[in-house]
């Protein structure tokens, strides 16, 4: 689940073409090289080394993550990702507990089953398109379950999420032309509407999902108010249907190209914890976040006028190697005490936990279960800016193993 709106637009950066996306590394060692707070026209001020994002992620007072960081068509703000301390603190209280350790550790069991039934739906086949068949149904069907919805819908919520995120792609003009806006505009209208729908039909009648705990949730002794929970919705369809696709977009593009970790996993799955923790550092499917100056103030003695939109490059902190010995290069066995894959601060990813079990039983399950696997020959992948989804992702596979 995301915890940020990079996801905002499908090129945060101001950058042109795919590449970028589809290999980051390059551009984030230029950027920390040559100027580590860079100014962009038209697009804001890209922060790239390790001190000065941990910096603009914990600075909520100068470094603000409002609406003014970046424009998703919202009424109000976006409950809790849009809202700064201390306010942000008390929806992090009745929204913390429902994502914790323990209660995602809880549904492992559920999370591989499901693994395990999307395989068999292409046991067979010696073709897919991962992206169709598995990265996006994947952890899209896990989360709609949880706020209670129906899976069956999925296409609907898939849509209005790719409206937000990459109208762009879904009306094919360029993010600022007027058609692309006004798609974005009604998309955003359509969430809330489907949700106030949602909430007047649930009335009294409560289950054991995320929507039923919304109803009943309470801040200082009073219930959250109908907007919240609009807004809470609003935010959990956008973030939950995304960047864990996005993820395995990139780590089993990464597993294709690096075979002898592949073997890895399939020698030995206890590993498959740090090799999570390290493809989210070394990926960073999340590129970057937006904030907006709260106030003039400077970052690395550049100055930053006040309201100014800075982009924090989570991925090029990720591999800086001043803060991380030997952090550009992938080490399996590296004991991570810290990374950016899932942000930083007071708005560090909520889903965090849920995501580290999807993505862990995404890799046992399917290394047990399909170990050869490849890239289909001739085609190329490219993945986007800002959270790194592949277009498509066709792929070969190899005898598909019985799952009992």
């Not at 739906?121 to 990265?135: H, L, N, P, T």
């Not at 999925?154 to 990459?166: C, E, S």
């Not at 499917?285 to 400077?298: C, G, K, L």
Request: hydrophobic residues 40%; contains cysteine; aromatic residues 8%.
């Amino acid at each position: 689940m995301a915890q940020e709106q990079s996801a905002m637009l499908s090129n945060p950066l101001g950058l042109a073409g795919d590449a970028v996306g589809t290999n980051p590394h390059p551009i984030y060692q230029a950027l920390r090289d040559n100027s580590p707070v860079l100014h962009v026209d038209g697009v804001g001020t890209l922060v790239s080394s390790w001190a000065l994002v941990d910096e603009v992620l914990h600075d909520t007072d100068r470094f603000s993550s409002s609406p003014a960081a970046g424009d998703l068509k919202n009424e109000r703000p976006l409950i809790p990702l849009q809202i700064d301390p201390p306010e942000h603190g008390k929806f992090r209280r009745i929204l913390d507990p429902l994502f914790s350790p323990k209660l995602m550790k809880q549904r492992e069991g559920d999370v591989e089953a499901l693994v395990h039934r999307l395989i068999d739906g292409f046991v067979g086949r010696s073709e897919i398109d991962f992206v169709a068949d598995f990265s996006v149904p994947f952890p899209s069907q896990v989360f709609i379950t949880m706020l209670g919805l129906p899976v069956e819908e999925l296409p609907k919520f898939l849509a209005m999420k790719d409206g937000i995120i990459r109208p762009d792609m879904v009306v094919g003009k360029p993010f600022d032309h007027p058609d692309v806006q006004e798609h974005q505009r009604a998309t955003a209208q359509s969430i809330y509407e489907y949700f106030d729908g949602v909430i007047n039909e649930r009335g009294g009648v409560r289950g054991d999902d995320l929507m039923s705990h919304f109803l009943d949730a309470e801040i200082d002794g009073e219930r959250l108010s109908h907007n919240d929970i609009l807004d809470i919705c609003f935010l959990f369809l956008i973030a939950g249907l995304d960047t864990v696709s996005a993820s395995l977009d990139c780590f089993f593009k990464y597993l294709i190209d690096h075979p002898e970790l592949r073997q890895v996993i399939i020698d030995d799955p206890e590993m498959i914890p740090s090799v999570v923790e390290e493809l989210l550092r070394w990926e960073t499917p999340v590129m970057s976040v937006p904030r907006a100056a709260t106030r003039d103030t400077e970052l690395g003695g550049c100055p930053i006028a006040a309201g100014e939109r800075v982009l924090v490059m989570l991925g090029s902190a990720n591999v800086d190697g001043s803060a991380n010995p030997d952090a550009d290069v992938p080490e399996w066995s590296r004991k991570i005490k810290r990374h950016f894959g899932f942000g930083g601060g007071p708005h560090r990813c909520l889903g965090s936990h849920l995501a580290r079990v999807e993505l862990r039983a995404a890799l046992k399950v399917w290394h047990q279960r399909i170990p050869e696997y490849g890239l289909k020959p001739g085609a190329e992948l490219t993945f986007t800016l800002g959270v790194r989804a592949a277009h498509d992702f066709p792929m070969t596979l190899g005898p598909v193993r019985d799952g009992s």
